[in-house]
């Protein structure tokens, strides 16, 4: 292989490792939208506590053209949920909880909720 290859090689397996990897948080952190941004609904309509997350939740719109993707965490009930901006969470199709100090990851309400969810 020569250099040339080489180097492009090693540029392009960077590029899919950096587009690989999970999300703990159950949202994309925002990713440009191409097209998508007209059917999505902006993410301070949908997420708001004590509303229901719709069904056909696909994602929304952060601002501009930023999207934050719906990346499902699952319960064990098999039911999916998301999560939005590290405060905001709820079961698809149920009513959307927040965390009061703003980091669902610290919530003990939020880790009671994804295990019986």
Do not use: H
Request: glycine share 12%.
């Amino acid at each position: 292989m020569t250099s040339r290859n080489w180097l492009l090689a090693v540029v392009l397996s960077t590029s899919v490792l950096a587009g690989c990897g999970g999300d703990d948080s159950g949202e994309d952190s925002g990713q440009e939208a191409s097209g998508a941004v007209e059917s999505l609904p902006g993410c301070d309509e949908v997420w708001v506590a004590g509303e229901i997350l719709p069904e056909d939740y696909d994602g929304c719109v952060i601002e501009g053209n930023e999207i934050a993707v719906f990346s499902p965490g699952e319960c064990p009930s098999g039911d999916q949920y998301a999560t939005y901006d590290d405060t905001f969470y709820a079961v698809v199709g149920d009513a959307i909880d927040e965390s009061p100090s703003g980091d669902i990851f610290s919530d003990p309400k939020f880790q009671k909720f994804t295990e019986s969810c």
